[in-house]
């Protein structure tokens, strides 16, 4: 991950947008993020993801899909599922997903 | 804003997210933000937002609408019109902005 703005794909594509607070337990936790980048990452239709985080406070991850088919691969992967089930009992005080189809973006990028 | 994660709201809603990276300049910014949530809050078919920034690095602003309507009402308010343009020219290295329709959402919160 980058630390620039995702591009804005070309429309439509699938849009997941998961809003989260952590609780204090990280055991295990970058080693799970760390594999579950590798898994979704080797999804044909990943097309990228960005994520923010306020110190001591709200995360906002967003990832790209291509299309439904993509992203519900990656919903049911197990490997995936055994981690959200992880993140429901000690890793997420709480969080909201939101997943939605683009109608449209751009970009913008300064010149010099 | 809280340091909460915005509801699931009932689908189907209007999500625009904006992940950005700030400029050296913060010159009138703080007051441009405020004065912008002050307009967005008063727009009825606006739902609500939230926000997270990596120390030095990307922001990530998710905006909440009812319906195109009051996305529209507001990306035409001209004030939010000149701020958007003062975005381009003094606050913002880059951004991209995707605007999507969210077809399911749902939220966790941990109980005790």
Do not use: C, K
Not at 5 to 22: G, I
Not at 36 to 56: C, D, K, Q, W
Not at 85 to 98: A, K, P, Q, V
Request: no cysteine; hydrophobic share 35%.
């Amino acid at each position: 991950m980058t630390n620039q703005p995702a591009p804005a794909f070309e429309p439509p594509y699938l849009m997941a947008v998961f809003s989260n607070v952590r609780s204090s337990d990280a055991s295990g936790y970058p080693e799970a993020l760390a594999r579950m980048n590798e898994i979704v990452s080797a999804n044909p239709g990943f097309l990228g993801h960005e994520s923010a985080r306020t110190p001591g406070g709200l995360g906002i991850t967003v990832a790209y899909f291509r299309d439904h088919e993509a992203l519900t691969v990656w919903r049911e992967d197990m490997e995936h599922r055994a981690a959200m089930e992880r993140g429901r009992t000690d890793w997420y005080d709480s969080y909201t997903l939101h997943v939605a189809t683009v109608e449209r973006s751009h970009g913008f990028v300064r010149n010099g």
